[in-house]
Protein backbone atom coordinates (compact mmCIF):
# COMPACT_ATOMS: atom_id res chain seq x y z
CA UNK A 1 0.00 0.00 0.00
CA UNK A 2 1.50 3.08 -1.07
CA UNK A 3 2.13 6.14 1.78
CA UNK A 4 0.70 8.75 -0.17
CA UNK A 5 -2.37 8.61 -2.36
CA UNK A 6 -0.63 7.39 -5.54
CA UNK A 7 -2.60 7.03 -8.84
CA UNK A 8 -3.80 3.53 -8.59
CA UNK A 9 -3.07 0.27 -10.79
CA UNK A 10 0.68 2.24 -11.91
CA UNK A 11 3.81 0.29 -10.60
CA UNK A 12 6.79 1.58 -9.36
CA UNK A 13 8.27 4.57 -10.39
CA UNK A 14 5.35 5.13 -12.87
CA UNK A 15 2.96 6.06 -9.71
CA UNK A 16 5.08 9.38 -8.72
CA UNK A 17 5.94 10.29 -12.40
CA UNK A 18 1.73 10.55 -12.50
CA UNK A 19 1.55 12.30 -9.69
CA UNK A 20 4.12 14.81 -10.04
CA UNK A 21 4.67 15.42 -13.70
CA UNK A 22 7.01 18.13 -13.32
CA UNK A 23 9.26 16.14 -11.48
CA UNK A 24 8.86 13.33 -13.72
CA UNK A 25 10.30 15.22 -16.50
CA UNK A 26 13.93 15.87 -15.57
CA UNK A 27 13.65 12.39 -13.51
CA UNK A 28 13.41 10.53 -17.27
CA UNK A 29 15.69 13.37 -19.41
CA UNK A 30 18.16 12.10 -17.21
CA UNK A 31 17.35 8.19 -17.06
CA UNK A 32 16.91 8.56 -20.84
CA UNK A 33 20.39 10.23 -21.72
CA UNK A 34 22.41 7.99 -18.96
CA UNK A 35 20.80 4.83 -20.47
CA UNK A 36 19.69 5.04 -23.49
CA UNK A 37 21.35 8.02 -25.96
CA UNK A 38 24.33 6.91 -27.60
CA UNK A 39 27.83 6.55 -25.75
CA UNK A 40 31.12 4.34 -25.48
CA UNK A 41 29.34 1.77 -23.00
CA UNK A 42 26.73 0.09 -24.75
CA UNK A 43 22.81 0.55 -23.75
CA UNK A 44 22.99 -3.42 -21.95
CA UNK A 45 26.19 -2.24 -20.09
CA UNK A 46 24.96 0.44 -18.42
CA UNK A 47 21.20 -1.03 -17.93
CA UNK A 48 23.36 -3.46 -16.09
CA UNK A 49 24.95 -1.14 -14.20
CA UNK A 50 21.28 0.68 -13.25
CA UNK A 51 20.35 -2.89 -12.19
CA UNK A 52 23.47 -4.39 -10.18
CA UNK A 53 23.41 -0.69 -7.72
CA UNK A 54 19.01 -1.31 -7.87
CA UNK A 55 19.91 -4.71 -7.09
CA UNK A 56 22.29 -4.33 -4.47
CA UNK A 57 19.73 -1.10 -3.10
CA UNK A 58 17.26 -4.06 -2.48
CA UNK A 59 14.63 -2.35 -5.37
CA UNK A 60 12.45 -4.48 -6.58
CA UNK A 61 10.69 -2.69 -8.98
CA UNK A 62 14.13 -1.01 -10.67
CA UNK A 63 16.16 -4.17 -10.75
CA UNK A 64 13.67 -5.71 -12.60
CA UNK A 65 12.41 -3.19 -15.20
CA UNK A 66 16.20 -2.42 -15.45
CA UNK A 67 17.30 -6.16 -15.76
CA UNK A 68 14.14 -6.59 -18.62
CA UNK A 69 15.88 -3.44 -20.19
CA UNK A 70 19.30 -5.13 -20.32
CA UNK A 71 17.98 -8.70 -21.08
CA UNK A 72 16.00 -6.89 -23.91
CA UNK A 73 19.39 -5.21 -25.09
CA UNK A 74 21.20 -8.34 -24.57
CA UNK A 75 19.34 -10.93 -25.59
CA UNK A 76 20.11 -12.97 -22.53
CA UNK A 77 18.22 -12.97 -19.08
CA UNK A 78 20.53 -15.52 -17.32
CA UNK A 79 23.61 -12.41 -17.73
CA UNK A 80 21.22 -10.47 -16.11
CA UNK A 81 20.65 -12.93 -13.32
CA UNK A 82 24.58 -14.02 -13.43
CA UNK A 83 25.66 -10.10 -12.88
CA UNK A 84 23.30 -9.45 -10.01
CA UNK A 85 24.93 -12.90 -8.04
CA UNK A 86 28.25 -12.42 -8.88
CA UNK A 87 29.21 -10.50 -11.71
CA UNK A 88 33.01 -11.33 -11.45
CA UNK A 89 32.09 -14.25 -12.91
CA UNK A 90 29.62 -13.43 -15.45
CA UNK A 91 30.39 -13.51 -18.89
CA UNK A 92 30.90 -10.05 -19.16
CA UNK A 93 34.24 -7.78 -20.38
CA UNK A 94 36.96 -6.98 -17.24
CA UNK A 95 36.25 -3.04 -18.35
CA UNK A 96 32.24 -3.87 -17.07
CA UNK A 97 33.91 -5.58 -13.99
CA UNK A 98 35.64 -2.69 -13.05
CA UNK A 99 33.00 0.05 -13.98
CA UNK A 100 30.49 -2.87 -11.56
CA UNK A 101 33.11 -2.11 -8.53
CA UNK A 102 32.40 1.36 -8.77
CA UNK A 103 29.28 1.06 -9.06
CA UNK A 104 29.02 -0.96 -6.11
CA UNK A 105 31.24 1.19 -4.10
CA UNK A 106 29.00 4.39 -4.81
CA UNK A 107 25.81 2.38 -3.85
CA UNK A 108 27.91 2.19 -0.48
CA UNK A 109 28.42 5.64 -0.27
CA UNK A 110 30.29 7.88 -2.98
CA UNK A 111 33.89 8.43 -0.77
CA UNK A 112 33.83 4.55 -1.20
CA UNK A 113 35.24 4.77 -4.52
CA UNK A 114 39.19 4.82 -4.26
CA UNK A 115 41.86 5.96 -7.15
CA UNK A 116 42.54 2.14 -7.23
CA UNK A 117 38.90 1.42 -8.18
CA UNK A 118 39.38 4.44 -10.87
CA UNK A 119 42.91 3.31 -11.66
CA UNK A 120 41.41 -0.10 -12.17
CA UNK A 121 38.75 0.27 -14.53
CA UNK A 122 40.84 2.61 -16.93
CA UNK A 123 43.79 -0.65 -17.02
CA UNK A 124 40.89 -2.11 -18.28
CA UNK A 125 40.21 0.54 -20.94
CA UNK A 126 37.24 2.25 -19.18
CA UNK A 127 37.60 5.98 -20.44
CA UNK A 128 36.87 9.14 -18.04
CA UNK A 129 33.28 9.68 -19.89
CA UNK A 130 32.70 6.18 -18.85
CA UNK A 131 33.65 6.65 -15.34
CA UNK A 132 31.41 9.93 -14.87
CA UNK A 133 28.73 8.07 -15.86
CA UNK A 134 29.24 4.68 -14.07
CA UNK A 135 29.56 6.73 -10.75
CA UNK A 136 25.97 8.79 -12.02
CA UNK A 137 23.99 6.18 -13.28
CA UNK A 138 24.86 4.45 -9.49
CA UNK A 139 24.08 7.40 -7.64
CA UNK A 140 21.14 8.05 -10.08
CA UNK A 141 19.87 4.69 -9.42
CA UNK A 142 20.06 5.26 -5.63
CA UNK A 143 18.00 8.04 -5.97
CA UNK A 144 15.50 6.59 -8.38
CA UNK A 145 15.84 3.07 -6.03
CA UNK A 146 14.42 5.39 -2.89
CA UNK A 147 12.09 7.10 -4.68
CA UNK A 148 10.34 3.90 -5.62
CA UNK A 149 10.91 2.33 -1.89
CA UNK A 150 9.50 5.12 -0.08
CA UNK A 151 6.09 6.12 -1.46
CA UNK A 152 5.86 2.55 -0.92
CA UNK A 153 4.87 2.03 -4.39
CA UNK A 154 2.87 -0.92 -6.36
CA UNK A 155 5.61 -3.57 -7.70
CA UNK A 156 4.05 -6.32 -8.82
CA UNK A 157 5.38 -9.74 -9.05
CA UNK A 158 4.25 -10.26 -12.84
CA UNK A 159 7.37 -10.72 -14.74
CA UNK A 160 5.51 -10.38 -17.72
CA UNK A 161 4.53 -6.72 -16.97
CA UNK A 162 8.50 -6.52 -16.48
CA UNK A 163 9.15 -8.26 -20.11
CA UNK A 164 7.12 -5.79 -21.89
CA UNK A 165 8.57 -2.11 -19.87
CA UNK A 166 11.92 -3.81 -20.50
CA UNK A 167 11.00 -4.34 -24.28
CA UNK A 168 9.82 -0.78 -24.28
CA UNK A 169 12.36 1.29 -22.59
CA UNK A 170 15.86 -0.77 -24.75
CA UNK A 171 13.51 0.12 -27.98
CA UNK A 172 12.08 3.76 -26.84
CA UNK A 173 14.10 4.82 -24.09
CA UNK A 174 12.97 6.74 -20.87
CA UNK A 175 11.31 10.15 -22.52
CA UNK A 176 8.00 8.72 -22.63
CA UNK A 177 6.17 6.33 -20.04
CA UNK A 178 6.43 2.59 -20.67
CA UNK A 179 2.77 1.63 -18.72
CA UNK A 180 0.39 3.22 -21.35
CA UNK A 181 -2.21 4.47 -18.87
CA UNK A 182 0.20 6.96 -17.75
CA UNK A 183 0.60 8.78 -20.77
CA UNK A 184 -0.30 11.87 -19.52
CA UNK A 185 2.66 11.79 -17.23
Given at each position: MPHIALPKGLPGISA???????TAKPMRELAHILLHEPGSLAPGERELIAT????LNDCYFCQTSHGAAASAHLGDEELVKRVKAD????????????????????????????????EAARSQGATDLEIHDTVLIAAAFC??????????????????????MGKHLADHGYRKPSIP???AA
Amino acid sequence: MPHIALPKGLPGISAGFAFRPETAKPMRELAHILLHEPGSLAPGERELIATYVSYLNDCYFCQTSHGAAASAHLGDEELVKRVKADFQHANISEKLKALLVIAGKVQKGGKNVTVQDVEAARSQGATDLEIHDTVLIAAAFCMYNRYVDGLGTWQPRDESLYDAMGKHLADHGYRKPSIPSVEAA
